[in-house]
């Protein structure tokens, strides 16, 4: 069996043949990809099913929703790759050209990042998405998911690997490592791995950033908030505050505190509290939401700031829109927050003001996410404030290279001589 850093040479190698791999060749593989997995889904499902069983006493409610897989999460799967086929190749796109002088042209184009090392917990649908997305952007990964969907990712990993050589991507192009040790290990190689992307815990994604050398994408935590200010439409307001909070809370973009408005919080707080206690809800509030509730638990300082991924749910009210702005960059991840307001310049002042990743006006935090944002599938969501910010696509897949086309030129001949930096409309070819 191969070690880790030879898993990592194997993947540094087939990304320089990948990054020269045409789009056609790619998306080829990825039709591939989706034909075999759907072809094969009751094996998927079987594996699964066998994970499930292993793990069921062994991890928490929310991480064995994200483990589970069915046959409409497989169809998901599929269809998340042949949206990626969809999507335009982002490699060797010129997003600059100027002639600095005479038969001297400067071009930037993007680029393949080279290897990206994927580490992540409990989802095993995240084998397919990021394969398929570091495939298309012509990037070699090297995978690590949770031993809790251990025979889940080996058959995902397996069946993607097959079909993508035989349609003839570079062989070791996509690695699976899978114990402890190998990621400990990852974490040393930045030699070979160019970036990581951790999804998990708050704890996991900290332990990775505080453990390597390699460049980071990924967010700690998913602490989501929606605001219902005063002049909200009622019936949009239960709708989304319901929505965010119950439509699945196991994920980073469900709603964990609800901000509302002190001028209705006796019209509002009853309804959307009637709507959540039949959906299972358990609430912890504020000094006036316990009052107006009754049958809450008191919060206390640290809830605010704490994500549950589960039927539990945050209430604060607030003293109009700069409180509830001053809340979320206080007590918020800069993930996904949102405002429930008619209010065209409370809205507005509220989007100008969060420093969050996403900001929804009148939606859920629940579209913040790759595939509802319409890039194919997303790598991660990323808090960070370079290179990519909140959901991630292909475009957080590539960087540049600058290339200089000359005629002989040296820049002994510019020491009087200025450049005339004309613009180009033609393409890098």
Not at 390 to 405: Q, S
């Amino acid at each position: 069996m191969a070690t880790t850093i030879e898993k990592a040479r194997q993947a540094r190698g087939a990304s320089l043949e990948l990054a020269k791999t045409s789009a056609d060749e790619k998306d080829r593989a990825l039709l591939a990809l989706a034909k075999v997995l759907w072809d094969r889904k009751g094996e998927i499902l079987e594996a699964n099913a066998r994970d499930c069983e292993e793990s069921k006493d062994e991890i928490g409610e929310a991480l064995y929703k994200r483990l589970q897989l069915n046959e409409e999460k497989v169809e998901a799967m599929v269809e998340g790759v042949k949206s990626v086929v969809k999507l335009k190749d982002p490699v060797g796109e010129t997003t600059y050209a100027i002639e600095l002088d005479i038969d001297l042209e400067l071009y930037k184009i993007t680029v393949p990042i080279g290897v990206i090392g994927a580490i992540f917990e409990s989802r095993p649908n995240v084998v397919v998405d990021v394969g398929a997305l570091c495939l298309k952007s012509g990037n070699a990964v090297m995978m690590k998911g949770g031993s809790e969907a251990r025979h889940t990712n080996r058959m995902l990993y397996g069946l993607m690997k097959a079909a993508t050589e035989e349609s003839g991507m570079p062989e070791g192009w996509i690695q699976l490592v899978e114990s402890r040790e190998e990621v400990t290990e990852m974490l040393e190689l930045d030699e070979y791995i160019s970036l990581l992307v951790p999804r998990g815990s708050n704890e996991f994604v900290k332990y990775i950033k505080e453990n390597t050398r390699i460049p980071v994408l990924g967010h700690a935590s998913g602490v989501c908030h929606v605001y219902v200010d005063g002049e909200a439409d009622m019936e949009k307001a239960l709708r989304i505050a319901y929505d965010a909070k119950c439509q699945y809370p196991a994920v980073c973009n469900a709603m964990e505190t609800l901000l509302v408005d002190e001028r209705i919080v006796g019209e509002f707080l009853p309804r959307i509290w009637e709507e959540y206690r039949k959906a299972g809800v358990t609430a912890k509030g504020d000094e006036k939401a316990c009052k107006v509730l009754g049958d809450i638990q008191k919060a206390c300082d640290i809830d605010w700031s704490t994500e549950y991924n589960d039927l539990v749910v945050n209430v604060r009210t607030v003293n109009g829109v700069d409180e509830a702005i001053e809340n979320i960059n206080r007590y918020g991840s800069a993930h996904t927050d949102a405002i429930v307001t008619e209010d065209e310049y409370t809205a507005r002042k509220f989007i100008d003001s969060v420093d969050s990743s996403s900001v929804m006006w009148n939606a859920s935090t629940r579209f913040s996410d790759g595939y509802r944002y319409g890039l194919g599938a997303e790598i991660g969501i990323s808090t960070n404030k370079i290179h990519a910010r909140g959901p991630v696509g292909m475009e957080g897949l590539v960087i540049h290279k600058w290339i200089l086309k000359g005629d002989g030129h040296i820049v002994e001949d510019y020491r009087k001589k200025k450049f005339t930096h004309r613009k180009l409309k033609k393409r890098w070819e």
